[in-house]
């Protein structure tokens, strides 16, 4: 049993060859957010988001996801407020996503799955010297994420959609210089926040989630381009990037908290 554990673990990509939970973890993400137990917050403020699009950097597809990089080395774009003590430093954006629009996003709202989720990675630079420091403390990180559903083209996301065919291939990066990300977040403010971890290795428990409660609206075309992205190198058997999204992981003693009524 155990030598047909380790073949069937051999069959999932490497992201998810690592143990699927982290032992003793309490607050490891994504979860399913139960819309009638989560429980407005009146002290939770708005979170004020200001992204200088000169800090964008570059795209590149590091095997997982495309990520969009940001120059972090100053206070340019960052996030305040919401359920944040300090300010946080932008420091990429990136996307989970389905082999079909069933299925896709990490977290889900009342066990529904989104086709698709983006995730903005922020720091608390305040606080810490550096992005990998931060990455290891309770309150290091602050991610939010937004819900993509099928619908009308997303003009703000279809400039990211073209530069896609360059980033094909594991390990390709394209510069990308001009980019405001606050253009994919929904005008509605209201949100979901808790205490949870990244979604991939090393899962370690350091992120103020901010969810959006409103998805933003994508088309059938702008996926289906996430779709062709390859989790392979340039010369390896192709394997497409999908499915790239972690597994819901148990609520246990964590409330999730409203910002609205
Ligand atoms: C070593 O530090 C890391 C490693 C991986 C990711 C990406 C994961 S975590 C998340 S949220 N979504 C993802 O796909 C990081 O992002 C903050 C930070
Ligand atoms: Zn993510």
Not at 5 to 16: E, F, Q
Not at 178 to 187: A, E, G, K, Q, R
Not at 218 to 240: H, P, W
Request: with cysteine.
């Amino acid at each position: 049993a155990c030598s047909q554990k380790k073949a069937r673990n051999a069959a999932l990509h490497p992201l998810w060859q690592s143990p699927l939970t982290i032992p003793g973890g309490t607050r490891q993400s994504p979860i399913n957010i139960q819309w009638r137990d989560s429980v407005y917050d009146p002290f939770l403020k708005p979170l004020k988001i200001s992204y200088d699009p000169t800090t964008c950097l570059h795209i590149w597809n590091n095997g997982y996801s495309f990520l969009v990089e940001f120059d972090d080395s100053t206070d340019r774009s960052i996030i305040i407020g919401g359920p944040l003590e300090n300010q946080y430093r932008l420091k990429q954006f990136h996307f989970h996503w389905g082999a079909i629009n069933d299925w896709g996003s990490e977290h889900t709202v009342d066990s529904k799955f989104y086709p698709a989720e983006l995730h903005l990675v922020h720091w608390n630079a305040v606080e810490y010297p550096s992005f990998e420091d931060a990455v290891m403390e309770g309150n290091g990180l602050a991610v939010i994420g937004v819900f993509l559903k099928l619908g009308a083209r997303h003009e703000g996301l279809q400039t990211l959609v073209d530069a896609l065919p360059a980033v094909r291939h594991k390990d390709t990066v394209i510069e990308f210089d001009v980019f405001d990300p606050s253009c994919l977040i929904p005008s509605c403010p209201d949100y979901w926040t808790y205490a949870g971890s990244l979604t991939t290795p090393p899962l370690t428990e350091s992120v103020t989630w901010i969810i959006k409660k409103k998805p933003i609206e994508v088309d059938e075309d702008q996926l289906e381009a996430f779709r062709m992205l390859l989790f392979t190198s340039d010369g390896e058997e192709e394997k497409r990037m999908v499915d790239n999204f972690r597994p819901l992981q148990p609520l246990m003693n964590r409330t999730v908290r409203s910002s609205f009524r």
